[in-house]
C-alpha cells in the first residue's frame, strides 16, 4: 500500500489538474509514445535487477546481493515516477477519449504489473533462502565443512567471506523490505489502473515472514 503522504499528494495533484482545460488524445500522441518507450526501458531494467538478484542469492554473494536490493529499489522508484506522470497526463485528456488513451498504454502497464509480481515472488523466495542460509551457519561451524588436509591460508580465506555474509544479514534484511515495500506500492498503482479500465488480475502479497 502506498504511504499515506503518497497518495496525499497524488490526490491533491489530481484535483488541481481535473481543474485545468482538457484536451483531444491525439494532442498526446507524442508523450503517449515517450512515456511507453520510458516505461518498457524501466521495465527491461528492473528485468535485469531480478535476475541478478536470483544469480547473487545462488551464489550467496551477500555483498552484492544488497547492492542490487538497492539498485533496484531506485528503478522502482523511478518506474513510480514515470506511472505517475503518465496519470497526470492522462487526467488532461477529454472524457471521451480516455478510453482511447488507456487502450494505447494498457500492454506497457499491465506488463509493468506483471514484472512487479514476478518479482516480488523471487524476493519472497530471496528471503526464505538467505534466512535459511542463516541458520544453517549458525547450527553448523564453517570448520566442519573445510577439510583438515587444506592450507591454513584457505580456511582463514573461508571463514572471513562466512563472517562477511553474517555481518551482512541486517542490511541485506532492510534493503530486501525497503525494495519489497516499493514493489507493492507499484503494485497497488497497478491495481488502481485496472479497477479503471476493469481488468481485474490476482495479486500476490508480500510477506516476509
Not at 482538457?22 to 500522441?29: E, I, L, S
Not at 521495465?43 to 544488497?66: A, G, M, P
Not at 515516477?81 to 503518465?86: F, K, P, Q, Y
Request: proline share 1%; hydrophobic share 35%; aromatic share 6%.
Amino acid at each position: 500500500m502506498a504511504s499515506f503522504e503518497e497518495a496525499l499528494q497524488r490526490k491533491t495533484t489530481k484535483n488541481s489538474i481535473q481543474n485545468q482545460p482538457k484536451h483531444p488524445v491525439k494532442r498526446f500522441d507524442i508523450a503517449i509514445q515517450r512515456f511507453i518507450k520510458v516505461l518498457n526501458i524501466d521495465i527491461q531494467r528492473l528485468d535485469r535487477h531480478r535476475n541478478n538478484i536470483i544469480k547473487f542469492q545462488e551464489l550467496q554473494e551477500w555483498s552484492d546481493l544488497k547492492k542490487e536490493h538497492i539498485n533496484a529499489n531506485r528503478t522502482v522508484q523511478q518506474l513510480k515516477a514515470n506511472i505517475r506522470e503518465l496519470e497526470r497526463t492522462r487526467d488532461q485528456v477529454q472524457d471521451d477519449e480516455v478510453e482511447i488513451f488507456d487502450d494505447k498504454v494498457t500492454d506497457v502497464r499491465l506488463l509493468a504489473q506483471q514484472e512487479a509480481m514476478t518479482f516480488l515472488q523471487v524476493l519472497k523466495d530471496s528471503h526464505e533462502a538467505v534466512n535459511g542460509y542463516k541458520q544453517h551457519s549458525k547450527q553448523e561451524g564453517f570448520s566442519d565443512h573445510i577439510k583438515s588436509n587444506e592450507a591454513d591460508l584457505d580456511v582463514q580465506e573461508v571463514s572471513a567471506q562466512s563472517q562477511c555474509s553474517l555481518d551482512d544479514q541486517q542490511q541485506i534484511e532492510e534493503s530486501w523490505q525497503n525494495l519489497g515495500q516499493s514493489l507493492l506500492e507499484l503494485n497497488s498503482m497497478m491495481e488502481d489502473f485496472a479497477k479503471v479500465v476493469h481488468v481485474r488480475f490476482a495479486f500476490g502479497q508480500f510477506n516476509p515472514s
